[in-house]
């Protein structure tokens, strides 16, 4: 189920651009699915080491063989980490970004607390967390194919599929030592938030 693919990676390099390190640093994207991101904004940073991430191990064969096929020497081995499950986090790392990009098809709502408390372990100092997808605006549909969509997530999911909320978001930042740093409209409907530690 996807809402959108490639046709959104533009914009979120711009605004990655603004905001990435500037000098070598390890990034880590959380749910990389078919590792297309890493492989995309790596042409651009080749400064930076991504790490790509995903809790099924049957997609990590998939990143690799596409990092083999691109000759990318900054995209790292992919690696299973389950938001889920604390004990399949990186141990001893630290990140200068953590990113999150369109995953509300695959988790449920309630996968949001993880994502902070991972970050809040992971990033360095002066680290941020990148979240970018169609979300709730406290409560609020931001347009009718948003509402549409939802209502297609809760018929088809399982485990409380849904748009997440942005209040949730904060909520969950505010409990592991987050907070909202920037928030940024997005094309599509949707938005891109920023968030560092407290």
């Not at 994207?29 to 651009?44: D, I, K, R, S, V």
């Not at 990590?60 to 986090?89: F, K, M």
């Not at 997440?164 to 030592?177: F, K, N, P, T």
């Amino acid at each position: 189920m996807t809402r959108t693919g490639s046709r959104n990676r533009d914009a979120i390099l711009d605004v990655l651009k603004g905001i990435f390190p500037r000098e070598k640093s390890d990034v880590l994207e959380l749910a990389a699915g078919t590792g297309m991101h890493a492989h995309y904004f790596a042409q651009y940073f080749g400064h930076i080491t991504f790490h790509p991430s995903d809790g099924d191990e049957n997609l990590l064969p998939h990143i690799e063989e596409l990092t083999r096929q691109s000759g990318l020497a900054n995209v790292a081995r992919p690696r299973r980490l389950d938001l889920r499950q604390p004990h399949t986090w990186p141990d001893g790392e630290e990140f200068g970004a953590i990113y999150y990009i369109n995953v509300v098809q695959t988790a449920p709502v309630s996968i949001v607390g993880r994502i902070m408390q991972c970050s809040s372990r992971l990033l360095a100092d002066g680290g941020f967390l990148f979240v970018h997808g169609p979300l709730l605006d406290y409560g609020r549909f931001i347009s009718a194919f948003d509402e549409e969509f939802d209502r297609l997530l809760r018929s088809v999911g399982q485990n409380g599929w849904a748009l997440e909320d942005i209040a949730e978001l904060h909520r969950a930042a505010g409990r592991h030592g987050m907070r909202l740093d920037d928030e940024i409209d997005m094309p599509s409907n949707d938005f891109a938030l920023i968030y560092r530690r407290a």
